[in-house]
């Protein structure tokens, strides 16, 4: 977050807000290299860093938010309707949560087709200080 470029000798008005958890650059990277995806944002009205953290506190906030794809193929399960809570542990993200919206059921036994299974959600919004 960028403020308004003040007059004289003082300086830019600035805030940068970090993602934590499984968004965060550590997460995101490779080995033991970390990745930011960064994104400018600048807004003339903000005079103090303390506004200018909150602005980015909430930017972060609005990303977390958004919606996210969750698939995979498994071994079929019969028995799962529609809305049914679901967990799978992943490599590389842990635990994850979620309500079974569509997959997939093969009708054959004998081809040994996995069951595709699918769901979007919201990510978890997590609280800042």
Known sequence: MVGAKPKG????????????????PS????GSTSMRLVEQVQNDHIRSNHEAQQVANRH???????????GFDSLPVPH??????????ADG??????????????????????MTVGSTRRTT???HG
């Open 125 to 127: 919004a997590v609280r």
């Open 93 to 114: 993200l842990g635990l994850v949560r979620f309500r079974m919206a569509q997959w997939t059921i093969p009708l054959g036994s004998g081809d040994g087709a996995p």
């Open 27 to 30: 997460s995101l990277g490779r």
């Open 60 to 70: 972060i906030k609005r990303h977390e938010q958004q919606r996210v794809t969750v």
């Open 80 to 89: 799962l309707q529609e809305h049914d809570r679901a967990q799978v542990r």
């Open 9 to 24: 000798q003082k300086r830019r008005v600035r805030a940068v807000a970090t993602a934590p958890g499984w968004l965060s």
